[in-house]
């Protein structure tokens, strides 16, 4: 018993004093010192406004945290389209060593590859355009969302009329957004959330050097959102 | 008459019953704890799913005894003549099935998973703001679930000893033991921190083989129990024959007026339940040599429940 538990306190320390200078946990693969002064391999798939297209590199929410990230270890970028699905697998694989798609902790993909701790949590709220006037509850309201979503689901279960409009607000009453979205157009947040969603990167599966070193910088800088 | 059955333990052993009972409750309290924890720093490690699920079986054992203990209480009824003995012998069925069960589902889940190469992801979890790895937390976790584990299985065991509980003993070295399986899983983890990534898988599989082990010796006990074997000496794995059968055999050729003895025992929980031959040298004074001998051997260990004594002219094979 002595015994045991003077080991158990030898060896914590020898972890601690090797995580101490970076040399624990390591990498089976050795992602972060591939990394590290060297080139991180990033795959991304279109998913607004975490990630936008911008012309040769993406640009948004996650490209922005990955661009500050990137400059922190010393590597320059390779920025990797592609579908998820294409993108997971070589996340998988190890054929790339980050990948951002707007995921959140409900992919099915998080048994698959490493997800990150949720670096934000972003609600989706029905927010009314100022000076419009609404009655207390939003039934047989039409409200506008964004196409390619499953916000259409959310609304109709408070009763509700979607509407999928190209360009958002579009002028309408009645938009679903995330709040920082609707304070940017200036509306008013309107009762409960339609939806809470817990935004994840993901990284390959067991590479744990590199998740911690990750994790560690999104939960020292949050990400921008407006 | 026989001697009046009473189906408690004996007086002097109610203290012992009260003190092992405060154990096992301590226990099954103490291992809530611990399966708390652990699911709280699980992550996708195989090795922590393993040792969890091994946690949550273990306190079946506990749970036996205090149910055994409760019905043994009651004594013999019209419908249960013998009382509720063997209500021992169905939480060691009931725990090995579910033992072997669980532990064989685990280690195909374990082989699946280093033969697919899967690798356990452990990031990061903010500690009073600061990131830590949550490799360091599992290891907190199972020092946790093996320490006081260990020290409380030695508390159990002499008294189990006192008891001669089967249920008890067997729960009592389960955890003075399992130290070495919260050592391998320690090691498990510490592994996959130096980057070996199928020390996750490995520990899974060699814990799922120690739960599938612990269900085939529950399987032993109630089988052999079911089947009325001969009465064991306490210990695991113990083949020897309870010392207790060759001093009653003893006791009663050494009575003057008995030829030859024979025993035919079996065990019921604590006590013991049987019949002896005697075949004897005289039939004179027969009645009162057989309550004598009768009183006589129920005197000699408060186990001895129910022996009853029968004359023949030829021991039985």
């Known amino acids: 018993m002595k015994l045991l538990l003077i080991s158990s306190a030898l060896l914590l320390s020898l972890l601690s004093w090797l995580a101490g200078t970076h040399r624990y946990p390591r990498d089976p693969a050795h992602t972060l010192v591939h990394v590290r002064h060297g080139t991180l391999r990033v795959g991304y798939t279109v998913a607004p406004p975490w990630v936008v297209p911008a012309g040769a590199q993406p640009q948004g929410i996650e490209p922005a945290l990955v661009r500050a990230f990137a400059q922190r270890l010393g590597a320059r970028i390779e920025w990797v389209p592609g579908t998820e699905q294409h993108l997971y697998e070589a996340l998988k694989q190890r054929e790339l060593d980050l990948l951002i798609a707007g995921t959140t902790d409900e992919s099915p993909w998080k048994e698959q590859v490493g997800f990150t701790r949720a670096y934000v949590q972003a609600a989706v709220y029905v927010g009314a355009a100022p000076g419009a006037r609404t009655a207390p509850d939003l039934t047989g309201q039409r409200v506008a969302i964004a196409g390619g979503t499953d916000l259409g689901h959310y609304v109709r279960q408070r009763e509700s009329v979607p509407v999928v409009l190209a360009q958002l607000p579009g002028g309408h009453p009645l938009v679903a957004g995330y709040d920082w979205q609707l304070r940017r157009w200036g509306y008013r947040r309107l009762g409960k959330p339609l939806k809470q969603e817990n935004h994840v990167l993901a990284v390959p599966p067991g590479e744990n050097a590199w998740q911690l070193t990750l994790e560690t910088f999104l939960y020292q800088h949050p990400a921008q959102l407006d | ?258 030829r030859a003895a024979r025993l035919r025992l079996r065990a019921e929980g604590h006590v013991l339940y049987g019949e002896a031959f005697i075949v004897p040298r005289t039939t004179e004074n027969l009645l009162p040599h057989l309550q004598q001998a009768t009183a006589a051997a129920h005197r000699l260990h408060w186990r001895i429940r129910d022996l009853v004594l029968t004359v023949v002219d030829e021991l039985p094979e």
Request: with cysteine; net charge neutral; aromatic share 8%.
């Open chain 2, 1 to 258: 008459m026989p001697h009046p059955k009473s189906q408690q333990l004996p007086p002097e052993l109610a203290p012992t019953l009260a003190k092992a009972r405060k154990l096992e409750w301590l226990t099954l309290a103490y291992q809530a704890s611990v399966v708390v924890v652990m699911y709280l720093s699980l992550g996708q490690s195989q090795a922590m799913k393993t040792a969890w699920a091994d946690d949550l079986l273990g306190m079946i054992a506990p749970t036996s005894f205090l149910l055994a203990a409760h019905f043994e209480q009651r004594g013999a009824t019209h419908r249960f003549p013998y009382g509720y003995h063997r209500a021992a012998t169905v939480g060691f069925l009931a725990a090995a099935a579910t033992l072997l069960t669980i532990g064989t589902l685990l280690f195909i889940d374990g082989v699946q998973k280093l033969l697919s190469g899967e690798r356990a992801s452990i990031g990061m979890v903010p500690v009073f703001g600061h990131p830590v790895w949550a490799g360091y937390l599992m290891l907190l976790a199972l020092l946790w679930s093996t320490v006081p584990a260990n020290l409380l299985g030695r508390a159990k065991q002499p008294v189990a000893k006192q008891l001669h509980d089967k249920v008890l003993f067997a729960d009592a070295d389960t955890n003075r033991v399992d130290w070495q399986m919260g050592v391998a899983s320690m090691l498990g983890i510490v592994g996959i921190g130096f980057g070996w990534w199928w020390a996750d898988a490995s520990v899974g599989i060699l814990l799922s083989a120690s739960i599938i082990s612990d269900g085939y010796h529950n399987l032993r006990h109630a089988v052999a129990d079911l089947l009325s074997q001969r009465p064991k000496a306490l210990g695991q794995g113990s083949d020897e024959e309870d010392p207790l059968v060759q001093q009653l055999c003893d006791l009663l050729t050494g009575l003057d007026w008995v």
